[in-house]
């Protein structure tokens, strides 16, 4: 490499505008293009590697770093993963819901009656009561 090169290089480098570094916390992709990515976008991305092409051509084609392209796969993947992973609902839950709203009904029903038995036996000294388990 020739003197020169390096000399049109740092004079090309020092004309060019200020931008932030990706290493001094730019946000990635946006710091790089100028762009922000919609989830929408992101999906689409991801689609079209997952569809066979290929990671640099889908990088060069968006101007999204390659790197930024695989977090994004990994984030779709690993949601997929967990949203496979949930069971279907079936009559059980169901019940199991209506089954603890009746216990959250009969136990603020039960505080309620508590406090409204202590303040009736306030003004009475020495009011005897058994104490609550």
Known sequence: ?????DVNWNETE???PLTCARHAGGGGAEAVTGKRFS?????????RLLR?????????????????????????LVA???ALKERERDARDAEIERLKAKVG?????????NAKIDRLEAGRPFAGRKSRP
């Open 80 to 82: 997929a993963e967990g």
């Open 14 to 16: 020092a004309s060019a």
């Open 1 to 5: 490499m020739d003197d020169r090169n």
């Open 39 to 47: 989830a929408k976008k992101k999906l689409s991305a991801v689609q």
């Open 105 to 113: 009904a009969l136990t603020m029903d039960a505080e309620l009656l």
């Open 52 to 76: 066979g092409e290929s990671l640099d051509a889908v990088s060069r084609d968006l101007q999204v770093p390659a790197h930024r392209l695989s977090e994004w796969r990994d984030q779709v």
